[in-house]
């Protein structure tokens, strides 16, 4: 039988000195519309550019088994890369498989298309479509996604080399579940060799959704599910690309479109697996080498609108939990600037798909949540009996004892990582910031680490017991 929806976290003290935000990190009840506080009192955040750009309305695409794919690509100044992936694609997937490959050129300068010739462009079952005015990415995959014409939509960026037979598992399970969006495994791409390379970044194909809104590698997460996309590359069918409506037209620039789907494929009768079988080699960014800079501008405020939006739109009361981080406070319903918009369109498509609630999420992945320590029971101090003192967060992952503050959010802790038994906890997390108690060796100090959740990690092994504070191999002391 269904286990009961988990309960919310428990609301913590009011942090002294600052005047506590309604349902700051916490929840309140549920007792109005989850989407009542659209009605924000300060002016609308201001959308730069020209209005999206016009698609024509296609016809539902027919459900069932798919045979073609069109590959949408969203290019901004990616002069160096575009074409090299262009042809990377075209070369290992099959003809009467790759119908088009869609480049979206949002306004770059100069326009994509004047670095090839026309005949170079269709030969390679390419057609290009561009923006005079930057629209942002999410706007562009979108309008790509409503243009695609294959029975699959797959997004790409506009930096990728996917290796031989990367489309045969993405094909297979939309085939077997026009419902089911598909990941593929993300390797990382050395754009000087243009060839994959195992010694840049480890391989990623999974990421889990943070309580701000925010979201993180996850790769330990058992199963073939995803509890979220990290959005850049993924597979739809265009069924159920049409039918959800793809992208929110209400978002801005960049960011949140990947927690924005991935409710959208949970809540909403479809679900996201990863394809263990297909490789594709990503450039990452990295200050140290100047090709792979960004090249476009991403506004910090339309970031943050949109994940705000996103969660908004889909956690209902528990979005109360994502308002209560100070980088959303700009868009507080009483004294902020900025507002989220309107979000009568994801309403229409929520109420028209018969969308299940957040609580659906938590109880699908509550081996995620409640067997993590993600969703803990309780929070506390850890208070050192002699000095009187609590564990408090310092300067990156330093530890100190400082005065007791029930309402610091530094000296918050709860049981996190699965245990042995695949259950919680095997060890103790810093409340909102994924960060564990560790220690290396015997006599060495008490740090705080990224928290191995999945993974067991024995130097995050730590327990409460008897009064005292247990490492795998003794106790802690000051």
């Known amino acids: 039988p269904p286990r009961p929806a988990p309960a919310p976290p428990p609301k913590p003290a009011p942090v002294p000195g600052r005047p506590e935000v309604k349902g700051s990190r916490g929840f309140p009840k549920p007792d109005k519309h989850p989407n009542e506080h659209h009605k924000l009192r300060g002016p609308a955040a201001k959308v730069e550019g020209p209005p999206p750009p016009e698609v024509k309305e296609q016809p539902l695409h027919p459900e069932g ?72 990415l999410i706007r562009t995959k979108k309008q790509g996604g409503d243009e695609a014409t294959g029975d699959v939509v797959v997004f790409l960026d506009c930096h990728v080399k996917p290796r031989a037979h990367w489309h045969e598992e993405i094909m297979s399970q939309i085939s077997d579940n026009n419902k089911r969006l598909v990941v593929p495994v993300i390797t990382a791409l050395d754009v000087e060799t243009w060839k994959e390379s195992s010694a840049l970044a480890a391989p990623g194909k999974k990421m889990c959704l943070t309580w701000n809104a925010d979201f993180e590698w996850c790769n330990d997460y058992p199963g073939p599910y995803v509890p979220l996309m990290s959005g850049g590359l993924l597979g739809i069918s265009k069924h159920w690309w049409q039918l959800t409506g793809g992208y929110d037209n209400g978002m801005l620039s960049w960011g949140g479109e990947n927690l924005d789907q991935s409710m959208r494929a949970w809540l909403c009768g479809g679900e996201i697996v990863v394809a263990e079988t297909s490789f ?170 990224n928290c191995a959740t999945h993974s067991r990690s024995t130097p995050q092994h730590l327990r409460i017991e008897g009064g005292q504070l247990h490492w795998s191999a003794g106790c802690i002391a000051p």
């Not at 088009?100 to 004047?114: F, G, N, R, Y």
């Open 65 to 136: 088994p798919v045979k073609t794919m069109s590959v949408v690509l969203p290019c901004a100044n990616e002069h160096d890369f575009w074409w090299k992936t262009v042809l990377s694609i075209h070369e290992v997937t099959p003809a009467d498989v790759l119908k088009e490959i869609i480049v979206i050129d949002d306004a770059s300068t100069p326009p994509l298309a004047k670095s090839r010739t026309e005949g170079e462009i269709t030969s390679h079952r390419t057609r290009i479509l561009r923006h005079d005015k930057p629209q942002g």
């Open 280 to 449: 594709v080699a990503h450039m990452w960014r990295d200050s140290a080498k100047p090709k792979t800079r960004l090249r476009y501008k991403i506004p910090t405020d339309h970031v943050r609108r949109n994940r705000l939006r996103a969660a908004t739109a889909w956690l209902g009361p528990w979005a109360e939990k994502v308002r209560g981080f100070p980088e959303f406070e700009a868009f507080d319903p009483e004294k902020g600037t900025l507002s989220l918009g309107d979000m009568t369109e994801i309403d229409d498509f929520r109420s028209r798909l018969k969308c299940k609630g957040f609580e659906s999420y938590l109880e699908r992945f509550s081996d995620l949540y409640e067997g993590t320590g993600r969703l803990p029971t309780e929070i506390y101090n850890l208070r050192e009996k002699r000095t009187g003192l609590c564990l408090q967060k310092e300067k990156k992952h330093d530890l100190a004892l400082r005065t007791c503050s029930q309402g610091s959010e530094l000296q918050r802790f709860h049981g996190a990582n699965r245990n042995g038994e695949g259950k919680c906890c095997s060890g103790i997390a810093l409340w909102d910031y994924r960060l564990c108690l560790e220690a290396n060796y015997m006599n060495t100090p008490l740090h705080l680490g």
